[in-house]
């Protein structure tokens, strides 16, 4: 084919560009050839294949929602009858009985309170744990500590150590997503690859019709630009012929042709108007007091049934802390419990009906609890402390027990004792079901090899399925 002069330099003008870049990025280029998202197996099989976490920042209260306390109640007004640790964030009053009712559901009978009856309709799906247990009493070192297994210290979040233990199954879309309004305590730390490579950090969505930042060209059309990357792709590929002793540029090349193809495949999977009347009104999108959580659970499920690897899905309704009943909490924790349940509950007959909830796990819970012991804020004394001794969370699908109750907590909510399951015995349970043994799932940094788990955890044989 003949070409112009004019024509030939307005076909290659952005070539030339390219041609600039691959120098520049040959100078600098330390990754290993290949796309480090590919899937690969773990280190067993896996009871689930993907995995959401429900965030409830700001610490769901156990005693109103999943542990129901008759002694704590009988005894409401009295002091507690034995030592607090000396652990407290502020200092509370008398024991603070629960103001709802609690019933059983299901076949199995699991007890879940009034405050959350679409979710309880779901009860013989729920792994209740009961016997959480934490060491951080403030919100931002508690959420690192489940974000990330540390207190202090920034470490790869749990969505970054599972997309680097085994890849993701979409090659269009991002392996880890966080799905976050708002920003909660902690902010982006939570969702950082920290010392892994950038690759496994969470994508950030805040904006529904602009889910992923910078992703569009307004100034391209897709065929100029698939034209642009497989010039790079050429030029990369007589670099590494002339260069066979240097990694090269493949790793960098894989993110251009990521960005490339999440262009043609993430504006469809964030389109949640096309999603049915009948499943956005299962998810309380037709209501403005579920429709932004129920927004952000039907995103997941979009995401997760094209493949992403791992989708964590903060509630941040509320100043980032929806869950923080410091006072009025007869108010609060309603409110609170109104905005997730219909979705939250609408998500996992969705992935039933999809014959995806046995292959994906589902994880529900907060950073801490709340103290059975009342809280006194402006006048009043109706709100409960952070409680990090002894809470609850439910995990649902992706191969943990139906219908189960694990653990408890003392006759008054305080302390966990029996079956204890501390965080990082959750985290090595999240990655045994996704089939990553967390012993040997490390990262060598800083002449250290790192794990989630740092030298603790253990996987929580009694909710297996």
């Known amino acids: 084919m003949n070409f112009s002069r004019r024509e030939f330099l307005h076909r290659t003008g952005a070539g030339l560009g390219a041609i600039a870049l691959d120098a520049l990025l040959a100078e600098h280029a330390t990754a290993t050839p290949g796309n480090p998202l590919s899937p690969h197996p773990g280190h067993f099989p896996a009871r689930a294949k993907r995995c959401v976490f429900l965030y409830m920042p700001g610490g769901p209260s156990h005693l109103d929602l999943f542990d129901p306390k008759p002694r704590l109640n009988k005894e409401h007004g009295q002091p507690l009858p034995f030592a607090k640790p000396g652990l407290e964030h502020t200092k509370t009053g008398n024991l603070f009985g629960s103001p709802w009712q609690f019933s059983r559901h299901g076949q199995s009978g699991l007890e879940i309170s009034e405050l959350l009856p679409h979710l309880a309709r779901h009860a013989d799906d729920l792994c209740v744990i ?22 202090a210290f920034s470490r790869p979040s749990i969505g970054s150590w599972v997309t680097y233990g085994l890849g993701s199954e979409n090659a269009n879309l991002p392996g880890f997503v966080v799905i976050a309004p708002k920003g909660p305590p902690g902010g982006a730390k939570l969702w950082s690859s920290s010392f892994l490579p950038a690759t496994y950090q969470g994508t950030w969505v805040t904006d529904f019709k602009q889910p992923v930042a910078n ?142 909830l046995d292959d994906t796990l589902v994880v529900w819970g907060g950073e801490f609890g709340r103290t059975p012991t009342a809280q006194s804020a402006n006048g009043r004394s109706d709100g409960r ?52 043994d967390h012993k040997r799932l490390t990262y060598r940094a800083s002449g250290r090899d790192y794990r989630l788990t740092d030298v603790y955890g253990n996987v929580v044989g009694g909710i297996l399925d």
Not at 134 to 148: L, V
Not at 385 to 409: I, L, N, R, S
């Open 130 to 151: 009961r016997s959480m247990n934490a060491d951080n009493i403030n919100h931002t070192g508690a959420n690192f500590q489940i974000c990330f297994g540390d207190q």
């Open 215 to 356: 992703l569009a060209d307004p100034l391209a059309d897709p065929a100029r630009q698939r034209d642009k990357l497989e010039l790079a792709r050429l030029l990369d590929e007589r670099h590494a012929a002339t260069h066979p002793d240097e990694p090269m540029l493949e790793a960098r090349i894989a993110s251009f042709e990521l960005a490339f193809r999440m262009q043609m495949e993430a504006p469809e999977a964030f389109a949640l108007d096309r999603e049915s009347p009948a499943t956005r009104a299962l998810y309380g999108l037709d209501d403005p007091v579920t429709a932004g959580f129920g927004q952000q659970c039907l995103l997941a499920r979009r995401l997760l049934e094209r493949g992403v690897r791992f989708v964590h899905v903060f509630d941040t309704s509320k100043e980032g802390n929806p869950w923080d009943n410091h006072n009025e909490i007869s108010k609060t924790l309603p409110a609170a419990c109104a905005g997730i349940d219909k979705p939250v509950a609408g998500f996992l007959s969705d992935l039933k009906a999809r014959g995806l």
């Open 385 to 436: 402390e952070h409680h990090p001794f002894g809470f609850t969370m439910w995990m649902a699908g992706g191969g943990v027990k139906g219908g189960y109750t694990h653990g408890a907590t003392d006759d008054y909510g305080w302390f966990a004792v029996r079956d204890k399951v501390h965080v990082h015995d959750l985290h090595a349970t999240i990655l045994y079901l996704l089939g990553l």
